[in-house]
């Protein structure tokens, strides 16, 4: 006869008891935290949604200026600050925005700023991935006085300042000359026709011209929801940082 066989099942836990108490480490002996965890990764359908109203930290990559810019001209920035989402970098440094010149306006010989409108509408990323947006500048560093207002123009510094020191440097030197002529009387008619030169000057000149020097700094703001693919996202990449030169200051 063979001997029956009886099989038992032994919990885990006694078999842990069996294997002998579990002891600490020594004392000194380094503790192996668990790792924080990592950026959750997007899943090939992920939608990222960016908010009308987010700001764009962006530089401009090629000078724009009322003496020459026609509405249709393209303009190109490349953003030079992340924009983050749920701890993940959504839009990185390096990435190129392109749009275009709505419409542009040069200043007036009397009175009139220079002035023009861009929209921005293409947002490429470092790695192709291309989408649509609605996006115009709130602000700008040009190193001049250009003012932005909502709808994206831009417009540049008056000359009423210096049309009145033109006026008033020919007038004192027409007084001059007419003082040196012919004594009092002289003084006033150089003065008139010191005034009327200058007046002249300032009928024949422009005011200063609406300009953005290429490495002006702008904030451009979304206009509208921008939607994101989320497998196109590298969201660890935080992108290329690259120098930037600011114009220098321009006198107006």
Same mark, same amino acid.
């Given at each position: 006869?063979?001997?029956?066989?009886?099989?038992?099942?032994?919990?885990?836990?006694?078999?842990?008891?069996?294997?002998?108490?579990?002891?600490?480490?020594?004392?000194?002996?380094?503790?192996?935290?668990?790792?924080?965890?990592?950026?959750?990764?997007?899943?090939?359908?992920?939608?990222?949604?960016?908010?009308?109203?987010?700001?764009?930290?962006?530089?401009?990559?090629?000078?724009?200026?009322?003496?020459?810019?026609?509405?249709?001209?393209?303009?190109?920035?490349?953003?030079?600050?992340?924009?983050?989402?749920?701890?993940?970098?959504?839009?990185?440094?390096?990435?190129?925005?392109?749009?275009?010149?709505?419409?542009?306006?040069?200043?007036?010989?009397?009175?009139?700023?220079?002035?023009?409108?861009?929209?921005?509408?293409?947002?490429?990323?470092?790695?192709?991935?291309?989408?649509?947006?609605?996006?115009?500048?709130?602000?700008?560093?040009?190193?001049?006085?250009?003012?932005?207002?909502?709808?994206?123009?831009?417009?540049?510094?008056?000359?009423?300042?210096?049309?009145?020191?033109?006026?008033? %440097?020919?007038?004192?030197? +027409? !007084? *001059? @000359? #007419? $003082?040196? =002529? &012919?004594?009092? %009387?002289?003084?006033?008619? +150089? !003065? *008139? @026709? #010191? $005034?009327? =030169? &200058?007046?002249?000057?300032?009928?024949?000149?422009?005011?200063?011209?609406?300009?953005?020097?290429?490495?002006?700094?702008?904030?451009?703001?979304?206009?509208?929801?921008?939607?994101?693919?989320?497998?196109?996202?590298?969201?660890?990449?935080?992108?290329?940082?690259?120098?930037?030169?600011?114009?220098?200051?321009?006198?107006?």
């Amino acid at each position: 006869m063979f001997a029956a066989v009886l099989a038992v099942a032994i919990p885990p836990s006694l078999m842990a008891q069996s294997e002998g108490p579990q002891l600490p480490p020594p004392e000194g002996a380094a503790v192996q935290k668990p790792a924080p965890p990592a950026p959750r990764p997007a899943s090939s359908g992920e939608k990222i949604l960016v908010p009308a109203g987010t700001r764009l930290a962006v530089v401009l990559e090629n000078g724009i200026s009322t003496r020459s810019a026609k509405p249709g001209d393209s303009v190109y920035f490349r953003t030079s600050f992340p924009i983050t989402q749920n701890n993940r970098i959504i839009i990185p440094i390096g990435s190129y925005l392109k749009g275009e010149l709505v419409d542009s306006k040069r200043p007036g010989r009397v009175k009139g700023k220079g002035e023009f409108r861009l929209r921005l509408d293409t947002l490429i990323f470092p790695t192709g991935y291309t989408v649509d947006l609605n996006a115009v500048p709130r602000s700008a560093d040009s190193g001049g006085k250009e003012t932005t207002d909502s709808e994206g123009k831009v417009t540049g510094g008056g000359g009423k300042g210096k049309d009145v020191q033109t006026v008033a %440097e020919t007038t004192a030197t +027409g !007084a *001059g @000359i #007419g $003082a040196i =002529a &012919g004594r009092g %009387e002289g003084a006033g008619i +150089g !003065a *008139g @026709i #010191g $005034a009327a =030169a &200058g007046l002249a000057a300032v009928l024949l000149t422009r005011g200063p011209e609406a300009e953005l020097p290429r490495g002006s700094t702008l904030d451009l703001v979304l206009e509208r929801d921008l939607h994101l693919e989320g497998g196109q996202i590298q969201f660890t990449n935080l992108g290329q940082e690259q120098p930037i030169t600011p114009p220098p200051v321009r006198q107006q």
